[in-house]
């Protein structure tokens, strides 16, 4: 358990920039403590709280441990980096490898954009009314016979 520790706690220093184990409350080391004990949770699922949150020199209780994993899920739902650096983080913890996982939410913007600028092409594209070149000539629409009554 302990290499599996130190072993985390370096791939979330490298993804974040910050030491979870320096004692301040600044955000950047709150969210990485976050992903740290949401990690750490997932991995020793039967250990307990309090043995998690003393894995870290600051001895955080588990009620500290509880509120932080809590905290993870809305920060991981509303915050696009704070879920982009978490997922970095458990694919290169568990070493998955493969494509990065696109955003959804961008990759449906621009879909969106693409479809619009597919709409106006068409619409360029699209023959005018087509006008006879004599008055003798009728164009008839598909919903009308030659009789010109509608079927």
Not at 27 to 45: C, G, P, S, T, W
Not at 85 to 106: A, C, M, Q, W
Not at 122 to 137: D, F, G, K, M, S
């Amino acid at each position: 358990m302990k290499s599996e520790v130190k072993y985390l706690k370096g791939i979330v220093k490298k993804y974040t920039g910050v030491n979870v184990e320096s004692n301040t409350r600044k955000r950047e080391v709150v969210h990485a403590r976050r992903m740290y004990y949401k990690i750490m949770r997932e991995l020793y699922k039967k250990t307990s709280l309090k043995s998690i949150g003393e894995t870290l020199p600051l001895k955080q209780n588990h009620a500290t441990v509880l509120h932080q994993i809590n905290e993870f899920d809305i920060d991981y739902k509303q915050d696009r980096s704070f879920r982009k650096k978490f997922d970095n983080i458990r694919n290169s913890f568990y070493g998955l490898v493969g494509e990065p996982e696109v955003d959804l939410e961008e990759e449906n913007i621009r879909l969106r954009i693409e479809i619009a600028e597919l709409k106006k092409e068409v619409e360029y594209l699209r023959p005018r009314a087509i006008q006879p070149r004599n008055q003798q000539t009728k164009v008839y629409h598909c919903s009308e016979g030659i009789s010109g009554s509608i079927y």
